[in-house]
Nanobody, 122 residues
Framework: QVQLVESGGGLVQPGGSLRLSCAAS????????MRWYRQAPGKERELVAT????????DYTDSVKARFSISRDNPKNTVYLQMNSLKPEDTAVYFC???????????????WGQGTQVTVSS
């Protein structure tokens, strides 16, 4: 059974840092492209960061570039999102997703975690 379990969210002051984790099980993690999304109240879900199967390629939405860093540990079946210099507008529920990628071609559907709340407030 496929599972993605996010953790590491919480309340942090502006300028602070958090590290989110997403633990995967039930599939061959190294064959999957991983992404972090977020959804703020009343807004659509937004793609935040993407990492390739082997971790060699990453991409970020403009609003988080130079502040957030996505990484993965394939032997541990875990993807991370290091978030620095957090701003109130980063407040959202953060979700990880997985989709199989073979030779650069996406296969099948996305798997999703249940999300973890990040609140940036003084």
């Amino acid at each position: 059974q496929v599972q993605l379990v996010e953790s590491g969210g919480g309340l942090v002051q502006p300028g602070g840092s958090l590290r989110l984790s997403c633990a995967a099980s039930g599939f061959t993690f190294s064959l999957y492209r991983m992404r972090w999304y977020r959804q703020a109240p009343g807004k659509e879900r937004e793609l935040v960061a993407t990492i390739s199967n082997d971790g060699g390629s990453t991409d970020y939405t403009d609003s988080v570039k130079a502040r957030f860093s996505i990484s993965r540990d394939n032997p541990k079946n875990t993807v991370y999102l290091q978030m620095n210099s957090l701003k109130p507008e980063d407040t959202a529920v953060y979700f990880c997703s997985a989709r199989m990628s073979i030779s650069g071609s996406l296969v099948g559907n996305d798997y999703w975690g249940q999300g973890t709340q990040v609140t940036v407030s003084s």
